[in-house]
């Protein structure tokens, strides 16, 4: 790659602080972008600078809105007693999809995990806490990742919540649909028998 300098080096530089994308890939998308019509290749940086300038965070749920409030907290028929907890906005689509739960929503942007310097300081647990306190919330629903994170981040935030006297849940993990016990690892298996309701 010795010969790739100046701008192409810069995009794929740039492209390297996304999430998931390492030099490789980085790379594979310059050179692909390089290969597309102009048009597209505007439109995806248009539509970067396009969320940058017009979209941001909701002040209270920290979901991605183009006001000041997202959709889900400037809706007068959600029971504003509960409140779930999700790692990244993109959860909610998920949870709302499911049509399972009609409160509020709060977005910690993102896992515990202090060996990549992601400490409680990082995440908007703080604003969760302040929330609760200052709101008549009964229920905190936390329905962050099934993974070690997760996890993590679910205990830290539940021993904090302990002491506002509400009822703290955790999602239930369940097997996918479709799937089979035979295939499912153990810690899924043993987290959704852990997790089972009564039929
Ligand atoms: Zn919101």
Redesign the pocket.
Known sequence: MAEVHGIIDTLINELCRLPGIGRRTAQKLTFFILNMPKSEALSIAGAIVGVKERAGF??????V?ESE??????DSSRDKTKICVVEEPGNIAVVERSRSFDG??HVLLGALSPIDGITPDRLKINELLARVRENPVEEVIIATNPNTKGEMTAQYIAGLLRPLNITVSRIAYGLPMGGEIEFADEVTLGKSIEGRRRL
């Open positions: 909701c002040k209270t749920c920290f979901n809105t409030l997202c959709s889900v907290c400037s509020l929503y």
